[in-house]
């Protein structure tokens, strides 16, 4: 079965700190890629994606993502958090060879920027 | 606001009676999906529709759960005979063919 694991489930940081949050999925055939995030009180966003070309996406609020096909990756970074960046973030994958379009999604990765 | 809405937005009930949560998409995504979010957790998919066809069910979605979306607008989840193990926020988003998702904000479902 296709899966999705995040490898931090809260990370803590000082604003201007750089931010790598991991994603990896278990899919050999051909993937769309999200992140999204959900601030305190709101819903699901979507923050960036990846569909096909350029394996290097950038999405809103300065992030960026990195699709590495060889290592089943899509890591989300930042250069410079800001607090505002406080918020839970998701990846997900749908597999374009197995169902008609829902996402997994990883278990989330729970942000904290202290001021 | 044209965003996905749903409602109610907070849900309790007692063990063993129906509910029933409606979603209303962006008007022109003919895709809709339904998803359910522990606490924890990722949103794990239950069900999909393309226009009023309901393409998709994961196995999640027990014969106590049913989905419509009679004329490819706005749909509708029912769940019969809750059970506490059901509280949970249900989660609405629709699309455009392999586009991505856009989410409503949930109904927060609690059973007591």
């Known amino acids: 079965a296709q899966s999705v694991s995040q490898h931090n489930h809260h990370v803590i940081l000082s604003e201007a700190a750089s931010l790598e949050l991991g994603c990896n999925y278990s899919?050999?055939?051909?993937?769309?890629l999200f992140w999204y995030v959900q601030y305190p009180g709101q819903h699901l966003q979507l923050l960036l994606k990846?569909?096909?070309?350029?394996?290097l996406v950038k999405g809103i609020k300065g992030f960026e993502a990195e699709f590495i096909k060889s290592k089943f990756s899509f890591n989300l970074r930042k250069p410079s958090v800001q607090w505002s960046d406080t918020a839970e973030y998701f990846c997900?994958?749908?597999?374009?060879?197995?169902?008609?379009?829902?996402?997994?999604f990883g278990k989330g990765t729970k942000l904290s920027v202290k001021p | 606001d044209t965003g996905v809405s749903q409602n109610p937005r907070h849900k309790i009930t007692k063990r063993g009676q129906n509910v029933t949560f409606r979603c209303d998409p962006i008007?022109?995504?003919?895709?809709l999906y339904w998803y359910r979010q522990t606490l924890g957790q990722g949103p794990e998919f239950l069900t999909y529709?393309?226009?009023?066809?309901?393409?998709?069910k994961s196995r999640l979605l027990s014969d106590r759960f049913s989905a419509e979306r009679p004329k490819g607008s706005f749909s509708t989840l029912e769940i019969q005979r809750t059970e506490q193990g059901d509280s949970a926020m249900y989660l609405c988003?629709?699309?455009?063919?392999?586009?991505?998702?856009?989410f409503g904000p949930g109904t927060r479902l609690t059973v007591t």
């Open positions: 008007s022109e995504h003919n895709r």
């Open positions: 988003a629709s699309s455009t063919d392999r586009a991505e998702q856009y």
């Open positions: 529709f393309q226009n009023e066809a309901q393409l998709e």
């Open positions: 990846y569909f096909s070309g350029d394996p």
């Open positions: 899919y050999g055939g051909t993937v769309n």
């Open positions: 997900a994958v749908n597999a374009l060879g197995g169902s008609q379009g829902n996402l997994i």
